[in-house]
């Protein structure tokens, strides 16, 4: 008999029997939820109470030693040293050409000590980058284990299991506590752009973390989330992905789809006051050029269909496309981040969108007229206050 | 001499090195050579193996030197003497007999009549076809490699330039060399020949110097970057005689002195020194910095970007890509310093002459077998050259110098290259009774005395083996085929960048020139 291929995450004992839907998509090699029972109860919990989402299948690198710092000033185009030990930054990281390789955050437990998560495998390229350090990257992934805690609720939820330091854990803070005897790790992290933490835990005690939580939540519950809905809320809140908004540059074969963190609105995260890093010469050269061919944007539709995966016009003249699409239930619109040529990138241009769609089975298409707007579209105080 | 400031430093007197330098101090900068050894002139120089007796490092046959070179260095005043650009060949065979190849196609077709008349009529043919194929090659070796940039002019115009070099030979001639450079030069020969002795010296022509046996694939690209570099237009031909040969190194090194280039030897670089991604200058082994905005490196790429500058300066996919540049030399060198000519055969030739033992495609592939794993070889293959008979300052009145190369010698710790060296003598002796009696002194190097005594890393002649996945636009690496290595001030000239390796200066010249555009430009091209 041939062994299941996913693998099952060690909340998966917990979750299964959650998922009313039986409906699971791959994710680094992991079965992870893709909708628990409707998506829509499940964004609105994001947004008003707490839920849960499993993010043990995100790649977590530990990184120690000596040149730990160096190493990943040597990675990442931020600089490391405005990361105190306790706090965790947003990074991405190029490679020599000044491409993006992907995106992700570092978390500094002392000045010695950190831990890089990400979506894709990114060891050899560390490894590559390590090198003539004195500097452990270990791939970590399978012995931690994380729930990412999101919503208005869930500062709440954290104080009444009895993790005190959330109240007033910063955004981007880290703390090292513990729940009764078991060590946790809790960020004020998250990819939703509401309140929200990530709680990270041995492998072995996912079960128990999800227990005590439970038992804190009591009748007020915590809702676990799948990826659709996640997506809903990491879009309003205009966050990237890779594979979605960039490819991973090592193994994108045309040079053109290749993305420059410039185009992808990240220009404020890379510093080129530190030494070099992967990517400065070619990143430098970048900003000294005539600037982005293309530019990340957000675009406002009217109408309720979402405009997946839609060519955009000027005239008739194709200047971008969607990356990713959806009706956001809290701005009542329907939203687009889309990769617009620099031209028709300026907040208010108009362009027509192509938006396809299915009636009955006939395919059928209506032009919209999109705005470009931040791709920030919404900013909630709570999210950092 | 703690301190000095200059122009710009180069790392290694090698004949690129000088090259460049020469010609960067002709344009007005202060230059300094810093030679490790306590002669410069690299492998291209001569060294005395006995008193008296000198003999060419390791290059023993001598290509055309860059034309470019010759003009703008004004080498021809200093005494460098057109390259010359056919030896005859004599390929020893087992029986004791021998077969000529001539410079002269039709002769060597008179002569292989003896063993093949198929053979004796394919030849001439398959020589014109090689020399227009490499020909056709030619402007690729002779130019600066463009960039794969279509957006700048300059460039897009360089590229089309190239593309139309080759196109305008023709349809048919374009798909020919598309298809033969990625043959084996064995499956080459086998389809047009049957005469081993034939087969086996050609096919020692291409993989000699390379980690390559005649059947690893595109041999015939190694073979036609070879004979590219050889049958340049402007060398003389063979018959022209009279002349005493000069090695190039001399008239480098005049024209370098004459140009106001230091040279120091006896100065090793220990590092790079780079600050905020621009070359500030070089700490030397003893401790001593220079100053300078501008670095060329005449030593391998893999040894200046992974030992000379601190992999802190440089992107971690460039550095992997240097890495795994293929740099494990094959090839063996024995000297010897006879007391008399050796009784080989030679045929008038009115030129240079050479010896090869090689007698079929299986000899040289059997010998490239045990390469291949680490060991020493048996019978190895040979190109016997007597540089005292060019060149009579060589050795005193009567008597001889000899230069070896081995195909092939293992880079490995266990190899004993005396041995190597014992073993070459054993089988010239054959051919050439009383041989032994006369040798004076013998010096032989594997790949690894090779690496100790030129830096060279690998003991590889080309500081990165010659193959179609290390030519032209991706050596040394992609994307950084012109000669600038991405630190600001940073440049390499050696062999490991285009056009590859071969006494030719072409790396240096080309090298000498990206640094006096980006000078005249103010800033670095990308």
Not at chain 1, 188 to 212: H, K, M, N, P, Q
Not at chain 1, 311 to 321: D, H, I, Q, T
């Amino acid at each position: 008999m041939i062994e299941p291929i996913l693998q099952k995450t060690p909340f998966h004992e917990i979750l299964g029997p959650l998922n009313r839907t039986e409906e699971w998509e791959r994710w680094q090699g992991y079965a992870t939820a893709t909708r628990f029972y409707n998506e829509g109860q499940e964004y609105a919990a994001i947004r008003n109470s707490v839920t849960a989402y499993d993010i043990t299948p995100m790649l977590k690198y530990r990184i120690e030693g000596p040149d730990a710092a160096r190493f990943i000033n040597r990675l990442i185009t931020r600089d490391i040293e405005r990361c105190r030990p306790g706090r965790c930054f947003y990074t991405p990281w190029c490679n020599g050409a000044g491409h993006i390789i992907e995106d992700g955050t570092v978390f500094r437990f002392s000045d010695n000590e950190f831990q890089i998560n990400c979506a894709e495998h990114n060891l050899t390229w560390f490894l590559a980058t390590a090198d003539g350090l004195d500097v452990r990257i270990d791939d970590v992934t399978e012995q931690i284990a994380a729930l990412s805690l999101q919503g208005p609720l869930s500062r709440d939820l954290l104080l009444r299991a009895g993790i005190t330091e959330a109240a007033d854990l910063r955004y981007f803070g880290l703390v090292q506590s513990r729940l009764q005897d078991m060590p946790v790790t809790v960020t004020r992290t998250g990819f939703t752009g509401d309140l929200g933490y990530e709680v990270w835990v041995r492998s072995e005690d996912a079960v128990a973390l999800w227990e005590r939580l439970e038992a804190a939540a009591d009748s007020r519950g915590i809702t676990p989330i799948g990826s659709i809905a996640l997506n809903i809320a990491r879009i309003e809140a205009g966050h990237i992905q890779v594979h979605s908004e960039y490819p991973d540059a090592r193994t994108t074969v045309d040079l053109s789809e290749k993305r420059s963190p410039f185009e992808l609105g990240l220009s404020w995260a890379i510093d080129f006051r530190k030494d070099h890093f992967n990517g400065r010469r070619a990143l430098l050269a970048q900003k000294e050029g005539p600037g982005p061919q293309l530019r990340l944007v957000g675009l406002e539709l009217p109408g309720r269909r979402p405009a997946v995966d839609s060519v955009l016009y000027s005239g008739k003249r194709a200047v971008g496309e969607t990356t990713a699409a959806i009706w956001s239930p809290l701005l009542k619109k329907s939203i687009a981040l889309a990769l617009v040529e620099a031209p028709w990138a300026a907040n208010g241009t108009k362009l027509q969108a192509e938006v396809h769609f299915r009636r009955e089975l006939r395919l059928q298409r209506s032009d919209e007229v999109a705005r470009v707007v931040p791709h920030r579209f919404i900013d909630l105080p709570r999210r950092q206050a | 001499m703690n301190n000095t400031k200059t122009d710009a430093v180069l790392i290694g007197g090698g004949h690129n090195g000088l090259v460049a330098a020469t010609r960067m101090a002709r344009s007005g900068m202060r230059v300094v050579v810093l030679e490790a050894n306590e002669q410069a002139g690299g492998a291209a120089r001569g060294y005395e193996i006995h008193p008296g007796f000198h003999l060419p490092a390791l290059a023993h046959m001598l290509p055309a030197f860059d034309r470019r070179a010759v003009r703008e260095l004004k080498l021809g005043r200093y005494g460098l003497k057109p390259g010359i650009n056919e030896a005859t060949t004599v390929s020893l065979l087992p029986d004791g007999g021998n077969l000529t190849l001539h410079p002269d196609a039709d002769k060597t077709a008179a002569d292989l009549r003896a063993h093949s008349a198929g053979d004796a009529e394919a030849w001439p043919a398959f020589q014109r076809q090689l020399r227009a194929q490499a020909d056709a090659l030619r402007p690729l070796l002779a130019s600066e490699v463009p960039r794969l940039d279509f957006s700048d002019r300059r460039n897009l115009f360089a590229l089309g330039r190239l593309g139309w070099s080759i196109r305008r030979r023709g349809r048919q001639q374009m798909r020919d060399l598309l298809q033969v450079v990625t043959m084996s030069v064995a499956d080459l020969l086998e389809d047009r020949f049957e005469t081993d002795a034939i087969m086996g010296a050609v096919a020692l022509d291409a993989v000699l110097g390379t980690d390559h046996g005649p059947r690893s694939p595109h041999t015939v690209f190694t073979l036609l970057h070879r004979l590219a570099g050889q049958l340049a237009p402007g060398t003389r031909p063979a018959s022209a005689t009279g002349d005493t040969r000069r090695q190039p190194v001399e008239a480098l090194l005049e024209a370098a002195r004459a140009a106001g280039v230091e040279i120091r030897t006896g100065a090793a670089v220990k590092s790079i020194r780079v600050e905020a991604g621009a070359t500030r200058g070089v700490e030397l082994a003893d401790g001593s910095t220079i100053d300078s905005p501008v670095v060329v490196s005449n030593a391998d790429p893999v040894t200046t970007c992974t030992e000379l500058v601190d992999a802190d300066h440089l992107d971690a996919d460039f550095r992997r890509e240097v890495r795994a540049i293929r740099t494990k030399g094959t090839t063996g060198k024995v000297g010897f310093a006879l007391d008399r000519l050796p009784d080989l055969p030679q045929p008038a030739s009115g030129g240079p002459l050479r010896w090869v033992i090689a007698p079929s495609i299986g000899y040289v592939e059997r010998a490239f077998d045990h390469v291949k794993y680490g060991e020493a070889v048996p019978e190895p293959a040979l190109e016997i050259t007597i540089p005292s008979l060019d060149d009579p300052d060589c050795a005193p009145s009567g008597q001889h110098v000899m230069s070896v190369n081995v195909a092939y010698a293992p880079y490995s710790e266990s190899f004993d290259a005396d041995e190597m060296g014992k073993t070459v003598t054993a089988m010239i002796e054959r051919h050439a009774p009383g041989f032994a009696e006369t040798i004076l002194a013998r010096e032989a190097w594997g790949p690894r005395e090779i690496e100790a005594r030129f830096g060279m890393r690998g003991g590889h002649w080309h500081h990165g083996d010659i193959a179609l996945d290390q030519f032209f636009m991706v050596r040394p690496v992609p994307g950084f085929a012109q000669y600038r290595a991405p630190i600001e001030g940073l440049y390499l000239c050696g062999a490991g960048t285009h056009p590859g390796g071969g006494v030719t200066g072409t790396n240096g010249i080309n090298a000498a020139r990206a640094v006096l555009r980006d000078r005249r430009n103010g800033r670095r091209a990308a």
